[in-house]
């Protein structure tokens, strides 16, 4: 059963030690776990039969899944993203899913399976929109939209 990706003000996304995991560089491919629900950040080419009716971005628990490998990218206006350069606490970053080359994008349609925001990748090889994120380590990695909306899980 997937799971839907929406967007909530209080929930954080990624739970992962910081001892689990290496440094994150621009180009980095990742896999966007949620450790609650062993839950993968996923995505293919089916769009949305409703809402923004673009690419579905959904959860799977499969860890062999090859459609949740996201890329670390810049955000729209930085410095060319000069591969293995560290993405420091802070920073503003986007995610490219890596086979269909859409970026993670949030906007303000409901989800089809739950009361929330519908999370969709969207654009394509760096033309896209203005969604960035915001990297941040502390005792656990979080990842918000810089307008300080948490990804959430849904069940």
């Known amino acids: 059963m997937f799971l839907v990706f929406a967007l909530s003000f209080f929930i954080v996304f990624i739970k992962e030690s ?4 290496g440094t994150v560089t ?5 896999k966007l776990v949620n450790t609650d629900f062993n839950a993968r950040l996923h995505s293919h080419e089916v769009q949305y039969g409703s809402g923004s009716g673009q690419q579905s971005v959904t959860a799977v628990s499969d860890e ?12 729209n206006g930085s410095p060319q993203c000069n591969r293995g350069r560290v993405i420091k606490c802070g920073q503003k970053i986007r995610l490219m899913h890596l086979s269909t080359r859409k970026y993670l994008h949030s906007h303000h349609f409901q989800s089809p399976l739950s009361p929330n925001y519908e999370v969709s990748a969207f654009g394509n ?5 203005e969604d960035t994120f915001i990297y941040q380590v502390n005792d656990i990695v979080d990842l918000y939209l810089d307008n300080m909306k948490y990804l959430q899980l849904q069940n």
């Not at 910081?18 to 995991?21: C, L, P």
């Not at 090889?125 to 929109?129: I, K, L, P």
Request: charged share 15%; proline share 0%; net charge negative.
């Open 18 to 21: 910081t001892s689990q995991q």
């Open 26 to 30: 621009c180009g980095s491919v990742l």
């Open 64 to 75: 062999m899944d090859t459609n949740s490998y996201w890329q670390v990218v810049e955000r």
């Open 125 to 129: 090889n760096g033309v896209g929109d």
